[in-house]
């Protein structure tokens, strides 16, 4: 998910991100993402309980269990 720099730090993605895991635990899925090393995204995906599974040369990979908020 990238969100245009005129709307970061507006909560705009994380208000995206309720929507899709939601979504995920309405279906009992979790979801898997990743993200660019050093990148602000790492942070926020943390902070929405996302939990980091591995990192490889350019991403670090992440998982949220299904979970409700």
Same mark, same amino acid.
């Given at each position: 998910?990238?969100?245009?720099? &005129?709307?970061?730090?507006?909560?705009?993605?994380?208000r995206l991100?309720?929507?899709?895991?939601?979504?995920?635990? &309405?279906l009992?899925k979790?979801?898997r993402?990743?993200?660019?090393?050093?990148s602000?995204?790492n942070? =926020?995906y943390l902070?929405?309980? =996302?939990?980091?599974?591995h990192?490889?040369? =350019? &991403?670090?990979?992440?998982v949220?269990?299904n979970?409700?908020?």
């Amino acid at each position: 998910m990238y969100v245009h720099p &005129d709307f970061q730090s507006k909560n705009v993605g994380g208000r995206l991100l309720v929507v899709i895991i939601k979504e995920g635990c &309405d279906l009992g899925k979790e979801i898997r993402l990743g993200a660019l090393k050093g990148s602000r995204s790492n942070g =926020f995906y943390l902070s929405h309980g =996302f939990v980091k599974t591995h990192e490889e040369e =350019f &991403d670090n990979y992440y998982v949220r269990k299904n979970v409700k908020l």
